[in-house]
């Protein structure tokens, strides 16, 4: 019962630090994207994107 508490809590976090930087970042790529898209606020595509990782406190 505890290896398989183990393992769980293992791929949670591996899937924590890893997987959800990489959905973040493609979620925020998308959403530059429509904002650039449909804004009438103009701003950069980079001030999109930080806001958006910030939002989710990513690192870029």
Same mark, same amino acid.
């Given at each position: 019962?505890?290896?398989?508490? =183990?393992?769980?809590?293992?791929? =949670?976090?591996? =899937?924590?630090?890893?997987?959800?930087?990489?959905?973040? &970042?493609?979620?925020?790529?998308?959403?530059?994207?429509?904002?650039?898209?449909?804004?009438?606020?103009?701003?950069?595509?980079?001030?999109?994107?930080?806001?958006?990782?910030?939002?989710?406190?990513?690192? &870029?």
């Amino acid at each position: 019962m505890l290896i398989v508490i =183990g393992i769980l809590l293992v791929v =949670g976090l591996l =899937g924590w630090f890893v997987l959800r930087p990489w959905l973040v &970042k493609k979620f925020c790529e998308n959403a530059t994207r429509d904002m650039l898209e449909n804004s009438w606020v103009k701003w950069s595509e980079s001030d999109y994107y930080n806001a958006c990782l910030k939002k989710f406190w990513v690192e &870029k």
